[in-house]
């Protein structure tokens, strides 16, 4: 007789292969699930040292799995950075600066996040002299919400030595005042240019990091993620770091990597050869097709209504992509595309699609990120092609939704942020974060993806695109283990997968939906280990 280590049982056990929780009870050997039935069903697993634990009505699921991440980069955010989403004026945030500078003396750089003049009382973007009223000793760098812009102060400009004279890099610019000076705005790759330079960090603040989020992962109930290439941000990185973790058993969540895809792929080749674990694997390639909406950098299939000299452009050329995407897919590598706006979204399965028609039919599972602005037509071709959306559905409150309505055509409006039309066009949709662009919590994109409540938190957004609880979980485990090739192992609570699962202090299923984003996890398993603990909740039989 095989006996389970750990028996774990709740009214509300939710498998994510039914739409609703029932009673059941858990067995778990070693790093996976043996068994899964009624309470009677599994007696005769339990042995002499089997531990039980009885939740009454508390939730046990599948560990969330965030299929679209950037940790180290959200980890510096959240645990050595200033958050600057909250303020109104770029006085207010360089008051916040000078604290935050203050109380950081040691450090040689001093970060910040969240800014988004968009929601500023004069939304105009601010300039470099007011954080030298704040900071001029120190080079200063403050990434905007959407990560896809800097505000930096003098200091950083004379280290990364850019003057009115330096040239715009490609796809990017370093923006000028009518007077052609420099106002400490970096769009697009010009960030790189100070980025490259306060990203590159000892290994000792590294592993300070990748410990901190490691930490904050398993308190919210995330077991896996998919960490995807972050341009200049990358710099923080350290896959060596990564699987030392690994092989020492330091990682308490799964993690997927996705480095960048750039046309070097014998490098890619090695990669996928060396992080084969299951705690650390290879998974695929990322790159950008385009940037935001907000910065008219998101690849438009019409001008924007604001700027209608310009409807964005891709990152690269397309037949530098082209080349790119169908080398990869020739090798057998998915791909993930950043691509926002409707023109973007179109390239991208254009792209798959070629490659399909080239290479040959298989199963890639390629996928498309953000699809913030979708042309009807396309909505088919996912499941025609075999694309996975991949959807953060937190990102339709990051903004005032004007942001974008009053940037693109008034038919596009119901098709901004579609959750509900992909969920229904394909077989599997993912969900995640963006994290640090929004929160680690996946229990907030479940609010959104169920709700779509918008910035104001008064009003709901496109209504019609609103999924089901069941589905927005699901998403957020089945589907991203999928768009990650890890159905098989994880996303369900089934025998035989791995024992990846969390504990919720409420059934969320019997709780009103503006009370979601309250629910706390109170355990989280994985690979069959108590990797968190909130022992004050914690009932033990």
Same mark, same amino acid.
């Given at each position: 007789?095989?006996?389970?280590?750990?028996?774990?049982?709740?009214?509300?056990?939710?498998?994510?292969?039914?739409?609703?929780?029932?009673?059941?009870?858990?067995?778990?050997?070693?790093?996976?699930?043996?068994?899964?039935?009624?309470? !009677?069903?599994?007696?005769?697993?339990?042995?002499?040292?089997?531990?039980?634990?009885?939740? &009454?009505?508390?939730?046990?699921?599948?560990?969330?799995?965030?299929?679209?991440?950037?940790?180290?980069?959200?980890?510096?955010?959240?645990?050595?950075?200033?958050?600057?989403?909250?303020? %109104?004026?770029?006085?207010?945030?360089?008051?916040?600066?000078?604290?935050?500078? =203050?109380?950081?003396?040691?450090?040689?750089?001093?970060?910040?996040?969240?800014?988004?003049?968009?929601?500023?009382?004069?939304?105009?973007?601010?300039?470099?002299?007011?954080?030298? $009223?704040?900071?001029?000793?120190?080079?200063?760098?403050?990434?905007?919400?959407?990560?896809?812009?800097?505000?930096?102060?003098?200091?950083?400009?004379?280290?990364? &030595?850019?003057?009115?004279?330096?040239?715009?890099?490609?796809?990017?610019?370093?923006?000028?005042?009518?007077?052609?000076?420099?106002?400490?705005?970096?769009?697009?790759?010009?960030?790189?240019?100070?980025?490259?330079?306060?990203?590159?960090?000892?290994?000792?603040?590294?592993?300070?990091?990748? !410990?901190?989020?490691?930490?904050?992962?398993?308190?919210? &109930?995330?077991?896996?993620?998919?960490?995807?290439?972050?341009?200049?941000?990358?710099?923080?990185?350290?896959?060596?770091?990564?699987?030392?973790? =690994?092989?020492?058993?330091?990682?308490?969540?799964?993690?997927?990597?996705?480095?960048?895809?750039?046309?070097?792929?014998?490098?890619?080749?090695?990669?996928?050869?060396?992080?084969?674990?299951?705690?650390?694997?290879?998974?695929?390639?990322?790159?950008?097709?385009?940037?935001?909406?907000?910065?008219?950098?998101?690849?438009?299939?019409?001008?924007?209504?604001? %700027?209608?000299?310009?409807?964005?452009?891709?990152?690269?050329?397309?037949?530098?992509?082209? $080349?790119?995407?169908?080398?990869?897919?020739? !090798?057998?590598?998915?791909? %993930?595309?950043?691509?926002?706006?409707?023109?973007?979204?179109?390239?991208?399965?254009?792209?798959?699609?070629?490659?399909?028609?080239?290479?040959?039919?298989?199963?890639?599972?390629?996928?498309?990120?953000?699809?913030?602005?979708?042309?009807?037509?396309?909505?088919? %071709?996912?499941?025609?092609?075999?694309?996975?959306?991949?959807?953060?559905?937190?990102?339709?409150?990051?903004?005032?939704?004007?942001?974008?309505?009053?940037?693109?055509?008034?038919?596009?409006?119901?098709?901004?942020?579609?959750?509900?039309?992909?969920?229904?066009?394909?077989?599997?949709?993912?969900?995640?974060?963006?994290?640090?662009?929004?929160?680690?919590?996946?229990?907030?994109?479940?609010?959104?993806?169920?709700?779509?409540?918008?910035?104001?938190?008064?009003?709901?957004?496109?209504?019609?695109?609103?999924?089901?609880?069941? $589905?927005?979980?699901?998403?957020?485990?089945?589907?991203?283990?999928?768009?990650?090739?890890?159905?098989?192992?994880?996303?369900?609570? !089934?025998?035989?997968?791995?024992?990846?699962?969390?504990?919720?202090?409420?059934?969320?299923? $019997?709780?009103?939906?503006?009370?979601?984003?309250?629910?706390?996890?109170?355990?989280?398993?994985?690979?069959?280990?108590?990797?968190?603990?909130?022992?004050?909740?914690?009932?033990?039989?």
């Amino acid at each position: 007789m095989v006996f389970a280590d750990k028996v774990i049982s709740s009214e509300a056990i939710f498998t994510g292969l039914d739409n609703e929780p029932k009673p059941a009870a858990l067995a778990i050997k070693g790093n996976k699930i043996l068994a899964i039935g009624t309470k !009677e069903e599994l007696q005769s697993s339990v042995g002499p040292n089997t531990e039980q634990s009885d939740f &009454g009505n508390q939730l046990i699921m599948p560990g969330f799995h965030d299929a679209h991440l950037h940790l180290m980069l959200g980890s510096l955010f959240t645990h050595a950075s200033i958050d600057l989403s909250k303020v %109104r004026s770029a006085e207010e945030a360089s008051a916040l600066v000078k604290q935050f500078a =203050d109380e950081k003396k040691e450090d040689e750089w001093i970060f910040g996040y969240g800014w988004d003049q968009t929601n500023w009382d004069v939304q105009e973007f601010p300039n470099r002299f007011h954080l030298d $009223d704040a900071v001029s000793d120190r080079p200063t760098i403050l990434f905007h919400a959407e990560g896809h812009y800097t505000w930096v102060n003098t200091k950083a400009l004379d280290v990364a &030595g850019i003057t009115k004279e330096t040239a715009d890099p490609e796809y990017g610019a370093i923006e000028k005042d009518d007077g052609g000076e420099i106002t400490g705005i970096l769009i697009e790759t010009a960030t790189n240019l100070v980025s490259d330079i306060a990203l590159a960090m000892p290994e000792e603040k590294q592993k300070e990091l990748l !410990e901190a989020f490691l930490v904050q992962a398993t308190q919210l &109930g995330v077991t896996s993620v998919n960490d995807l290439y972050a341009s200049s941000f990358d710099r923080l990185k350290n896959w060596d770091m990564y699987k030392a973790f =690994d092989e020492t058993g330091k990682l308490t969540t799964r993690i997927h990597l996705y480095p960048a895809l750039d046309g070097d792929i014998e490098q890619a080749k090695v990669m996928r050869e060396t992080y084969t674990s299951e705690k650390l694997r290879f998974t695929g390639l990322k790159q950008f097709i385009d940037g935001v909406v907000t910065g008219h950098t998101a690849y438009m299939l019409d001008p924007y209504v604001d %700027r209608p000299v310009t409807k964005g452009s891709p990152a690269f050329s397309e037949e530098t992509m082209r $080349d790119w995407v169908l080398t990869a897919d020739k !090798e057998g590598f998915q791909i %993930r595309f950043h691509s926002i706006g409707d023109g973007a979204v179109r390239l991208g399965l254009d792209l798959f699609e070629e490659a399909r028609q080239i290479n040959g039919k298989r199963d890639s599972r390629h996928a498309l990120e953000h699809i913030e602005v979708i042309h009807p037509m396309d909505i088919p %071709r996912f499941k025609e092609i075999g694309v996975i959306p991949s959807i953060q559905p937190s990102h339709l409150a990051l903004m005032p939704k004007e942001s974008h309505t009053l940037r693109v055509q008034e038919e596009k409006a119901p098709y901004i942020y579609p959750c509900k039309t992909l969920h229904d066009a394909v077989e599997q949709i993912a969900f995640g974060t963006d994290y640090p662009i929004t929160t680690l919590d996946p229990l907030k994109e479940i609010y959104h993806a169920v709700t779509r409540m918008d910035f104001t938190k008064k009003e709901v957004w496109n209504e019609k695109e609103q999924v089901t609880l069941a $589905d927005a979980l699901k998403a957020y485990t089945r589907g991203a283990a999928y768009s990650s090739f890890r159905e098989n192992e994880l996303g369900t609570l !089934e025998e035989g997968k791995l024992a990846d699962l969390i504990v919720l202090d409420q059934n969320p299923f $019997d709780v009103p939906v503006e009370k979601l984003q309250a629910i706390e996890v109170v355990l989280t398993i994985m690979d069959g280990d108590v990797v968190f603990n909130r022992s004050d909740l914690y009932v033990d039989v």
